[in-house]
């Protein structure tokens, strides 16, 4: 079974606007942790967020914020502000479990978001 | 450098050649991974170390993978008789906690 689903292949959003890009989850782990990764053309991963499975807020990042919903495993991002230079695929990730740094993360299949002027 | 180094960034192989792929993580990072990335999909784990100890090598696909740590900071990932399917982008990431940083990968085309 999927550990991570993203189910929007492709998403596009006009510049300044707020976009959410939607990812779910399944483990029956307690502790884990959620990650968002930007992957421009170039090819490298930049790091965005981070959700512990404990934390009782959500995560917020300057313009990138986790809309955490436990009960429902999903962990959806939202862009606000969109900018031309945030077209790039978008990879949900998920750690589990925490506390051990050894755990790889599991990928989604990303969403590539289009900004449009 | 601060960031994580891999090298070659392009690499293009005959079928039936090995290749090897280098990372050079961040300095003092204990943990490193490699993964491999298809075209138009997720990264998907091959192996993971700790210093120069291997401890997880399940998503190694075949006993042609094969990566080493010799000293506990650069790696090599090796493919022995290249295949056409081993075509992918190679990520490299070293962490010291829940994050991980990544290398911009080796873009592998096998012939």
């Known amino acids: 079974a999927q550990k991570i689903t993203q189910t929007q292949p492709g998403m596009f959003v006009q510049e300044k606007e707020a976009v959410t890009l939607d990812c779910t989850y399944d483990t029956s782990d307690q502790s884990y942790g959620l990650f968002w990764y930007k992957q421009p053309s170039s090819g490298e991963m930049i790091f965005l967020i981070y959700?512990?499975?404990?934390?009782?807020q959500n995560a917020t990042e300057g313009r990138y914020s986790l809309n955490f919903q436990k009960a429902r495993k999903s962990a959806n991002l939202v862009i606000s502000a969109s900018q031309l230079g945030d077209s790039a695929m978008y990879f949900c990730?998920?750690?589990?479990?925490?506390?051990?740094?050894?755990?790889?993360?599991?990928f989604g299949k990303g969403t590539r978001l289009s900004v449009i002027a | 450098g601060a960031g994580v180094s891999q090298s070659p960034r392009y690499k293009v192989a005959k079928r039936g050649q090995d290749v090897a792929l280098r990372c050079d993580p961040i300095s003092g990072h204990v943990s490193l991974f490699w993964y491999q990335q298809a075209l138009g999909q997720g990264p998907e784990f091959l192996t993971y170390f700790q210093n120069e100890a291997q401890l997880d090598k399940s998503g190694l696909p075949s006993d042609r993978f094969f990566a080493e740590r010799p000293e506990g900071s650069v790696s090599t990932l090796k493919i022995q008789r290249t295949q056409q399917e081993d075509s992918a982008v190679y990520l490299c990431a070293s962490s010291t906690s829940e994050e991980l940083f990544f290398g911009s990968g080796t873009q592998l085309s096998v012939l």
């Open positions: 959700q512990g499975s404990y934390d009782e």
């Open positions: 990730a998920m750690r589990e479990p925490l506390g051990i740094g050894n755990t790889p993360l599991v």
